[in-house]
């Protein structure tokens, strides 16, 4: 017996064992045993039914070795015992005659004959482009080929195909049709049912799927002509249900697809021939569906019947007729195809309606009456001419504006505000996102150029091109640029794929060859310093960004590769590696900002002494080199911060978050590492003053003195921190600095020259100094100014900001440690230049306008005033202060809180927390200050009655309530917390929380200008917003106090109101009584109100309330007023002062509109305005003149007197004005007066002589001028004037002749 194939045997030895099996003759080890026939029947009924219907395998005697490999004889099938095969017949012949599968008939494939088909050369042509091929020229009466559908029609036809639900396979079967080449099938209505041919009747009009297309033109027709009568005679010997069975069997075999598109082709077909004969398809069909509903065929070739036009719809003029062969045309939507129409008839030029906008293929607009063919020009179709310039040439737009970018200025840009910084990045919204980068562009060039992959691109040509130095520097530039803008833009370009890795694998390398001083022809693989400009703009943006650059990308061995050798030893240029280990210092210092990168200070510590010590030496120098000392002063701030940093203590985490534990993460540097610095930097200091008092040799320095006294600020700062030190060593040598170093230097001349230049240099004295550049783009916001930084200037050469400002915060420190040495130090603040300085800057001027340069000049010049200004509050605690001096620093501080921009929340905090509510500051107070009020009021000529108490009496009170105020003002102009912490790590060198060095935008001030009704204001919201109240505490001292501070101000302080109008204080008065109905008549606010009331109606302050002009914080004065009439109709109960806040805005000089809401919607309100004519905080007069010459409003006046809404005894100020007016008006006779003037004027006149009630009578006959001391408030004419009478006579006489007429 043969064993199996074993392991390692190849083909030979299976053919072997294969030759040995047949040689021998053996018995097979499997028995194949045959299943009986699939047929119903039994050939042989005599043959017992196999138990099994399965083929079975024996595997009985299976020899081991496998049979021999050789070719095996053809097998034949065996044949059923009932059906016994012919001798001579082949199986296969037999196998496919038998077979009724429709693959049966398409396995047989004949090729394509191409022996006929013409070939058609392209024909030569003299245009440009060839004529464009139009799908109807050669596809008329084609079926369109069903390619890739647009998403838009995927969709239609999914919606329509969950729209229709697919019924089951018999009912499909009923519905389809079979090609027409073998039968036509149909579901018949019931209205055709009686019209159908018997079944014994075809009509068959030859192939139309067999067409013989691609055969022999003499074979063709003959072979298609010979398969279409198989097919008429198979269909003829088919009974009809046999017909249906094979119908539904085909369509379910066949695939989906195949099954439509041999419907299309027959309905195509059908549709063809019905068009060229013009007559019904001969009736008949060739087999009736019975006793199944009839089904609509839901084609998409076929319209729905939504789709039809409405009956009566006028038909579109349409330039041509849409065929459903064409493209997507096979539901017609005609509202879509307004815009073929042809154009409207061109207009009158002189219309005054909008026009279309027309454009020639050039760019240029055309006239309205130009009639330009459609050819030659762009015709705006829609329903706004806008759109065009939005869309057809927004590219047209883009090349106006990107060129622009490459020409403007680095700026300070844009930060976060309230949202957190990874939060802010990511953020977009959602009107960016959809606008196209043309529109981005209008507004924010560097968000439009963002919007259109420039990074992608850039860095393409950074790693793919390799440019020229040139182009290389310009991209970088960009790169600069961009990075620059905001927090957003700077981490896209930190995200950007191989952009960083590229600038820094490229530009920053850590070997590369030698240079010259000869012009290189490739900046790749060669050291470049704006690549390392780029590097510390990002870090710049946030910390998070800077600990990705120091980790992610290896900067921490560049930055050593490039300070660890000197400028001079780095193979490049002198200039730029000057400029290449600046910036690497410059970049350092930013990581050090925020407390990053303190371990390179251990391994480069020998280094950074090295070059400290090697400072004085070039400051001492004839000719210092600049590039040296900007080197220099890197040097210096790097210093400063890492002295910080060993300085600063871990704060507690205020949060669980990741930033909270990152900030909290502890300085790698301790204090004795940088304690010996103070040795190395003192010298330098010592000799930068010595050149002080050399303008020339002063200037050269640039920032090297103002970064030895920062250094010195943060040293004294660090080392007063820490906890293990005895605190005499640092207090003997703060006193040692003084008495050597600061104090010589107060006494210098040259020092009182830099106070003097404050003014010459200041942005907000002097705006030209910070104009905007004439070329400078709202869009594209820049630090240029006009003229570059001329010197001159905050920015300038000559510029004594940044030296005094670190002499200020450096008084600071040493004052706060030492205090023993603030008297000493006080000394700076009597320079003569510093108080001319502090006079101009509350002096009277306009505010300069807000640009992204002034507002980076004004911050570091609200900085320097507000270090003058701390310093002066420390003097103040410890020795007295003189009171022009305080009153002078007081309003300086005033005026900086109403200035400081966002940034400076620090600063803002700082100024309500000290000076503005200090004491010291208020000489007034305790200077007879009150007593004086008092005086002035009673001389005052213009108050009226007494409303309330004395005014010295309220601010001496007021100024004993200082420290309530304080609260109440810390509690209502709190600052945004986030803002305000971030801002005090900045200004406290906290670096372990600045979360970003970027400036915020600045879009105007901190506060409001009227920050001092700042809490009136928001009670008034607050009592809109809770219906139930504000509690009757909170809601009475937070009213009292502000209302105390505002007299304060209005007092001791005007200049500090100055920017609000006297109407917008007016307006908040009226918020104090619409809070609630019980908050006016509180004692205390009573008699504030009635207190600065008082002080709107002065005759100086009086003329400049202006109720009509707009006002800052109020949509509308009139509907304010309409709402104060309906609370004092409501709750006032005829209190005076409420009254007189009413009567106030109603005299004659302001709109009509109050006194028409009073007159006619406030009728009922006159009843309580009882106030006397005595507390008329105003004259009389006011209301009276001129004459009243609204008529509505005189109707009003003569009904309220007539029916008794008006007397005297209760509204005696208002019953005085009508009066006055009525009677100007009946006795008026001007001549120029319209005819319905006159017949009121008469009419008046006449109900006026006739009525009841004489004393009103007589008053409006005899009024003659007003006077408030009397009763009435006017005086009579005894008896009327000579004119009037005569005039009185003959309108009486005419009235006794026709009566009076009705009106």
Same mark, same amino acid.
């Given at each position: ?1139 007189? $806040?009413? /009567? *106030?805005? %109603?005299?004659? !000089?302001?709109? =009509? @509109?109050?006194? #028409? ?5 406030? &009728? ?26 609204? $008529?509505? /409003? *005189?109707? %009003?006046?003569? !009904?309220?007197? =007539? @029916?008794?809404? #008006? ?5 005696? &100020? ?41 004393? #009103? ?47």
């Amino acid at each position: 017996m043969l064993s199996r194939p074993k392991p390692g045997e190849s083909e030979v030895d299976l053919l072997r064992f294969q030759s040995q099996f047949l040689a021998a003759g053996a018995a097979p080890a499997v028995q194949l045993v045959k299943k009986g026939s699939r047929s119903g029947g039994d050939a042989n009924p005599d043959r017992p039914p196999l138990q099994d219907h399965r083929d079975v395998v024996m595997l009985d005697n299976l020899p081991d070795l496998p049979p021999a490999l050789v070719p095996a004889p053809p097998k034949r099938a065996r044949p059923s015992p009932g059906h016994p095969l012919p001798e001579h017949e082949d199986p296969e012949e037999r196998l496919n005659r038998h077979d009724k599968h429709i693959t049966a008939v398409l396995t047989k494939i004949i090729e394509r004959d191409t022996s006929s088909v013409a070939v058609n050369l392209p024909v030569p042509s003299g245009v440009a482009f060839p004529p464009v091929f139009h799908r109807s020229q050669g596809r008329q009466g084609k079926p369109a080929t069903s390619g890739k559908k647009s998403i838009f029609a995927q969709e239609i036809a999914a919606r329509r195909a969950s729209e229709a639900k697919v019924p089951p396979v018999g009912a499909v079967a009923s519905t389809l049709d079979p090609p027409e080449g073998a039968a036509t099938y149909e579901a018949i209505t019931p209205r055709e049912q009686g019209s159908q041919l018997p079944w014994n009747s075809y009509s068959f009009q030859g192939p139309h799927l067999v067409t013989g297309k691609g055969l022999k033109s003499q074979e063709a027709e003959q072979e298609a002509q010979t398969i279409h009568e198989e097919n008429v005679a198979r269909l003829q010997a088919m009974a009809p249900e046999e017909i249906l069975q094979e119908q539904q069997r085909l369509l379910a075999q066949l695939d989906p697809s195949l099954v439509a598109f041999l419907r299309s082709h027959s309905r195509t077909c059908e549709q063809a021939e019905e068009k060229a004969t013009g007559e019904q398809r001969p009736g008949g069909r060739s087999a009736e569906v019975i006793g199944e509903e009839p089904i609509m065929p839901t084609s998409s070739s076929e319209p729905r019947q939504e789709d039809e036009l409405e009956p009566g719809a006028p038909a579109l003029a349409l330039p041509v007729t849409p065929q459903k062969e064409w493209l997507h045309m096979d539901t017609v939507e005609l509202e879509k195809l307004h815009w073929t129409q042809d154009l409207p008839p061109l207009r009158r030029q002189q219309t005054q309606e909008r026009m279309q906008a027309r454009f020639s293929l050039q760019g240029e607009l055309l006239a309205p009456s130009v009639d330009l063919p459609t050819h030659l020009g762009l015709h705006h179709h829609g329903e706004e001419a806008e759109e065009l310039l939005d869309s057809t040439f927004s590219w047209y737009h883009g090349a106006l504006v990107f060129p622009l970018m490459p020409s403007q200025e680095d700026k300070e840009g844009e930060d976060e505000d309230e949202e957190p910084l990874a939060e802010k990045a990511k953020r977009k919204s959602p009107e960016e996102g959809n606008r196209p980068p043309s529109d981005v562009a209008r507004h924010d060039v560097i968000k439009g150029l963002l919007a259109t992959n420039l990074l992608p691109r850039l860095r393409y040509l950074l790693e793919v091109t390799c440019p020229g130095p040139s182009a290389v520097l310009d991209i970088l530039a960009v790169l600069i640029r961009l990075a620059r803008h905001s927090l957003e833009s700077a981490t896209r370009v930190l995200e950007c794929p191989r952009l960083i890795e590229t600038v820094i694998q490229e530009f920053l390398p850590t070997s590369w060859s030698p240079m010259g001083v000869r012009p290189t022809l490739s900046l790749h693989r060669v050291p470049c310093a704006p690549a390392m400009k780029l590097l510390r703009v990002l870090a710049s943006a946030g910390r998070n960004i800077a600990a990705r650059l120091l980790s992610g990308f290896d900067l921490r061995s560049r930055l050593c590769r490039f300070i660890a050798e000197a400028p001079q030893d780095l193979a490049l240029p002198p200039e730029e590696a000057e400029t290449l280990s600046t910036e690497a210092f410059r970049l350092w210092a930013v990581a050090a900002s925020y407390g990053q990168g303190g371990d390179l200070y251990r391994e480069l510590y020998p280094v950074l002494t090295r070059a400290l010590q090697a400072v004085p030496k070039e400051l001492s120098s004839p000719s210092p080199q600049p590039l040296a000392l900007q080197r220099a002063a890197s040097l210096l701030t790097v210093l400063t911060q890492l002295t910080l940093a060993a300085g600063s203590t871990i704060p507690e985490p205020r949060s669980d978050s990741a930033e909270a534990s990152l900030s909290s993460t502890p300085s790698s540097i301790t204090w004795t590492q940088v304690s010996g610095l103070q040795p190395l930097v003192e010298p330098c200091l010592r000799q930068t003053l010595k050149l002080l008092p050399r303008p020339e040799m002063w200037s050269a320095l640039g920032p090297v003195p103002t970064a030895c006294l920062l250094f010195l600020d943060a040293y004294y700062q660090a080392w007063s921190q820490q906890p293990g030190l005895c605190p005499g060593d640092w207090l003997q040598d703060t006193e040692r600095l003084s008495e050597e170093l600061l104090l010589p230097l107060l006494s210098q001349p040259a020092l009182g020259r830099l106070w003097h230049s404050l003014g010459c240099c200041s942005p907000h004295c002097n705006p030209q100094s910070c104009a905007p550049a004439p070329e400078a783009l709202p869009s594209l916001v820049s630090l240029g100014c006009a003229g570059g930084h001329p010197p001159l200037s905050l920015a300038g050469s000559a510029s004594p900001f940044p030296f005094l400002t670190a002499l200020l915060s450096l008084f600071n420190t040493l004052g706060w440690i030492h205090k023993g040495l603030c008297g000493q130090l006080a000394a700076v603040l009597g320079a003569p230049g510093l108080q001319n300085y502090f006079l101009q800057c509350v002096a009277p001027v306009s505010a300069p306008h807000l640009t992204p340069f002034s507002a980076w000049a004004l911050r570091h010049e609200y900085h320097l005033q507000h270090l003058a200004l701390a310093l002066a509050q420390r003097v103040a605690t410890i020795q007295p202060v003189s009171a022009t001096s305080a009153a002078l620093y007081h309003s300086m501080a005033l005026a900086l809180l109403s200035r400081l921009l966002p940034g400076s929340e620090h600063l803002a905090h700082e100024l309500l927390l000290s000076c503005v509510f200090r004491l010291e500051f208020l000489p007034e107070g305790a200077a007879g200050g009150p007593e004086a009020a008092d005086f002035s009021d009673r001389l005052s000529l213009g108050s009226g009655g007494d409303l309330g108490c004395e005014r010295g009496t309220l601010l001496a009170q007021a100024c004993q309530d200082l420290p309530s105020i304080r609260s109440c003002y810390l509690t209502h102009c709190s600052l945004a917390r986030a803002s305000l912490l971030a801002s005090q790590a900045l200004h406290r060198g906290e670096l372990q929380q600045v979360p970003a060095l970027l400036l915020p935008v600045a879009k105007g001030p901190l506060l409001p200008t009227d920050w001092p009704f700042l809490p009136l204001i928001q009670l008034y919201h607050r009592a809109s917003d809770s219906p139930s109240g504000l509690p009757p505490a909170d809601t009475v001292g937070t009213a009292m106090r502000a209302l105390q501070w505002v007299l304060v101000l209005e007092s001791w302080r005007p200049q500090a109101l100055r920017a609000v109008p006297p109407a917008a204080r007016l307006a908040r008065l009226m918020c104090v009584f619409l809070v609630d109905s019980e908050l006016f008549r509180e004692t205390p606010i009573q008699h504030l109100v009635a207190a600065l009331l008082a002080r709107l109606c002065q005759p100086e302050v009086l003329p400049n309330l202006n109720l009509d002009c707009p006002l800052p914080g109020l949509t509308s004065f009139p509907d304010l007023y309409a709402n104060f009439l309906e609370h004092f109709e409501a709750v006032s109960f005829g209190d005076h002062l409420f009254g007189a $806040l009413v /009567l *106030l805005p %109603l005299q004659r !000089r302001f709109s =009509v @509109t109050l006194r #028409l809401a009073l007159f006619g919607e406030h &009728v009922g309100a006159l009843r309580a305005l009882g106030l006397p004519l005595t507390q008329l905080p105003v004259s009389l007069e006011s209301y009276t003149a001129p004459p009243e010459d609204n $008529l509505a /409003l *005189l109707q %009003l006046y003569f !009904r309220a007197l =007539v @029916t008794g809404a #008006l007397q005297s005894r209760w509204c005696p &100020v208002l019953y005085a004005v009508a009066v006055a007016h009525v009677n100007s008006f009946i006795f008026c006779q001007d001549p120029k007066s319209s005819d319905e003037v006159k017949a009121a004027r008469r009419s008046m006149l006449q109900k006026t002589w006739l009525l009841a009630d004489k004393g #009103l009578r007589q008053h409006l006959l005899h009024y003659k001028l007003p006077n408030s001391a009397l009763p009435e408030g006017f005086e009579l004419y005894p008896q009327l004037p000579p004119l009037r009478q005569q005039y009185l006579q003959k309108l009486i006489s005419g009235v006794l002749q026709n009566g009076v007429s009705e009106t």
